[in-house]
């Protein structure tokens, strides 16, 4: 019961950060309702990310940085999701 419950949690966080994702990559207006939402899965999502980002600097393409630690942490997650599903 505890495990399906951790599992459920960990798979709402992936789509948190998806969801995060595709709105970096949308203009938000800073003083609309979507940028409060933009702030929320921010405060939500940067504590997992920062250590990563931290490890692993943005990939130089071009004249900007492409941040692949989002990449890394919903791998990272869906790894401990199907760990979890097997035990």
Do not use: C, K, N
């Amino acid at each position: 019961m505890a495990l399906r419950i951790i599992v459920d949690l960990l798979q709402f966080y992936v789509v948190v950060l998806f969801v995060r994702i595709v709105l970096s990559w949308f203009p938000i207006h800073p003083w609309s309702r979507l940028a409060r939402v933009v702030r929320v899965l921010a405060a939500v999502t940067d504590p997992v990310l920062a250590p990563v980002r931290r490890v692993l600097p943005p990939l130089r393409v071009g004249s900007m940085g492409l941040d692949l630690s989002p990449l890394v942490v919903l791998f990272a997650l869906q790894l401990v999701v199907r760990l979890l599903e097997l035990g």
